[in-house]
Nanobody
């Protein structure tokens, strides 16, 4: 059974940076599209970014210019580099691959 494991979250001041990681067993992250989502308290789960199997990337307007999604096939890991973080970015962040159960997510808190 393939499992997704997110990590790298934490507490950061506004304007700071974090690098989130998404790891999985096998090579699933290199052969399928991988998305990052986030869910703030009391809100729904929103799409943040996508990297395709060919390496193309897209971003939600809310994070465009501040986030970069990438992958390291050798480590079978997908990353989300987040810069110039804002309080509105506070949420639990999840990676997702179609057909694979959601992981536990990683908490990002942006506060002064």
């Amino acid at each position: 059974q393939v499992q997704l494991v997110e990590s790298g979250g934490g507490l950061v001041q506004p304007g700071g940076s974090l690098r989130l990681s998404c790891a999985a067993s096998g090579s699933i992250l290199s052969i399928y599209h991988v998305d990052w989502y986030r869910q703030a308290p009391g809100k729904g789960r929103d799409w943040v970014a996508r990297i395709t199997s060919s390496g193309s990337t897209t971003y939600a307007d809310s994070v465009k210019g501040r986030c970069t999604i990438s992958r390291d096939n050798a480590e079978n890991t997908v990353y989300l580099q987040m810069d110039n973080l804002k309080p509105e970015d506070t949420a639990v962040y999840y990676c997702n691959v179609l057909g694979i159960p959601w992981g536990q997510g990683t908490q990002v808190t942006v506060s002064s």
